[in-house]
Every structure is written in C-alpha cells, then in structure tokens.
C-alpha cells in the first residue's frame, strides 16, 4: 500500500463521482476515485444513445438535492460533459483502469483494497459500481458461435440488418426507435402492454409502430437462441421462431453478488446488498451508494443524494 486513503470510492459513476466531490467539500484531504474503465461514467457512455435526454426528474420520483452536486435536464453529452467538470474543477485523485479484485478489512480497522494494478488502503470505504455495468443476460444459453452479433449496447450496430431488441424498458425503447432509422427492426417485449416506458419513449415508440417502420412482438417471450448459418434464429414461447441479423439484449443490470460476498457483505433473499439509513453495510466503513441497493431503477438524483448521506454519515461518525 502507498498510502493510507480517507476514503477509497470504488466505481466512477454519478455516485462515486458526487461522492469524491462531497468528500473534498467536507474536508477529506485523500480522497481516491478508483473506476475499471478508462473514463468515469461508463454506464452512460456505453448504455445511453448518442443525444439521449437525461432527465432531472425520473419517474415521479423525489428530485430535491440534498448535497452540493447540482444536476440539471441534459442529454448524454452535456452530463458526462458537467461530470468532467466536476472532476477537473476539484482536482480529485482518479485511477482508471483499475479494476477492484478485493477489499478486505484488516484487525487494525484499515482497508486493504486490491486492483489489478496496485494496492490501497483505506479508512472508509463507498462501493458504487451499479448494476449495469454487469448488464443481465437472459436465462437461456447463447450460442458461443453468436457472440458477434449478440449485443448489450449498440456497440457494433450497422446499417440495414434486421434487428429484434429485447425488453421493455426506456433504454430498450431508445435502442429500437434509433435504430429503426437505418434498419428493420423488432421490439420484442414479454408482457403484452408496456408498463415500464415513460410517455416520450411510448409515443416514440407507437408512432414508428403506426408508420410502419418498427415492428413489435409482444406478449411473447423467447425460448432460446440458434445459429443459422451465422444469423440469429429465435425461438418464441409460441412456438414460432424468426431468423435475425443480430439480437441486442436491453434487459437490465444485476447485482454483482460475487464480488460484495468477497467484500464481507450481507445479503438478503433477493442477493441485494443489506444496508442500513446512512448506506453502510453490514461491514463497519464500507458504504453502498447508487442503484445497486435499489430494488428497481433509480436516478441520478439519487445516487447523488446517496453520495451526500454516506459522506455526512462518516463525518458524523468521526470515520477518519
């Protein structure tokens, strides 16, 4: 270890950036931001579509702010836009391409935080990483051999294939209605109605269905995957299958149960992070913030008011 870190945030996200940033704020002189890709944010730069709007409000739920990180409506590029600001401007200790293998609490109360690079330690410790970094994959067997033209983003998307997006959420939506600009595509949702889009994406989304121009496949759900000389043949629940170009999977994120479990953390039925009203968990200075210990979505909002309660909850605990 080099040093000793106040606090060691695990996960460059918007909560682990407003959580480095509160920290400065509240006098916290080493303060370390440690993220496994190579730039912060990696959620909205792999998951969100170019221009994608990124909305203060979510959902009906509460967007009062609580810490000094503000947050305003944007797309995708003004937020991680605002993100490097906030980085920049209070000159934070970062560490990209650092991928956390371990946290261990050690008898003398210190972290011992170890990447794939170097080591750490550490007085406190926030784990923020989120679920979508580890997007869910469906429970079915994909077809090693299909791998190129099985998608969780629209990394690798072109022009003029048919496409079949699978799931019934906002990011789902999205991914279909830009894509139906340059190819054919289906939306292919398991319930019969959505339940989960807000009023844009639905609009969006039934206007293509109108015109003609997206195709929708509701109600149904896929039974499995095959190869067909090197296309996607989808089998529906059915019993009817449809030979695509490529499968894009936009069904959500899951918790990483693996790497908490290493960490020392209690789990509940639901392999979700148990954690008390200031986001601690069950090991003593090791905090949990964004939407990994939400049951279902949350925001942005919220994960920045997470990153202000935990950093209020070490200060007042005299954490340092």
């Known amino acids: ?7 060691v945030v695990i996960g460059g996200g918007p909560c682990g950036i407003a959580t480095v940033v509160e920290a400065k704020a509240n006098g916290f002189k080493n303060v370390l931001l440690l993220e496994k890709g190579d730039n912060h944010s990696q959620t909205i730069r792999k998951f969100y579509k170019d221009n994608k709007r990124v909305d203060k409000s979510y959902k009906g739920q509460d967007s009062t702010i609580h810490g000094i990180v503000g947050f305003d409506d944007g797309t995708k590029e003004s937020t991680l836009d605002y993100f490097d600001e906030l980085l920049d401007n209070n000159e934070i200790d970062t560490a990209f391409n650092s991928e956390v293998e371990s946290v261990k609490k050690e008898d003398s109360g210190i972290f011992h935080i170890t990447t794939s690079t170097a080591g750490y330690g550490a007085k406190n410790v926030v784990i923020s990483i989120g679920k979508m970094g580890r997007p869910n994959k469906p429970s079915y067997k994909i ?3 299909l791998n190129s033209v099985v998608n969780f983003n ?8 048919k496409i079949i997006v699978v799931g019934g959420g906002n990011s789902a939506a999205e991914y279909a209605v830009d894509l139906s600009e340059r190819n054919d595509v289906t939306l292919n949702y398991r319930k019969d109605k959505f ?3 807000n009023d844009i994406n639905e609009a969006a989304v039934m206007a293509l269905f109108n015109a ?6 509701l109600g149904v759900d896929i039974e499995g995957l095959e190869n067909e000389s090197g296309k996607v043949k989808v089998i529906f629940t059915d019993g009817t299958s449809e030979i695509f170009d490529r499968i894009i999977y936009a069904i959500g994120g899951s918790t990483p149960v693996d790497f908490l479990q290493k960490c020392g953390v209690k789990l509940d039925a639901d392999k979700d992070p148990i954690v008390d009203d200031d986001y601690e968990s069950s090991v003593k200075g090791l905090y949990i913030g964004g939407d990994i210990v939400l049951k279902h979505g949350g925001s942005i909002v919220l994960a920045l008011n997470h990153a202000h309660k935990v950093i209020q909850s070490i200060k007042d605990k005299g954490n340092i």
């Open 143 to 145: 077809p090693p051999s």
């Open 195 to 197: 339940t989960r889009l």
């Open 154 to 161: 629209l990394d690798s998307c072109s022009s003029n294939e």
């Open 1 to 7: 270890m080099r040093c000793v870190y106040d606090i």
């Open 212 to 217: 003609n121009k997206l195709n929708l496949k």
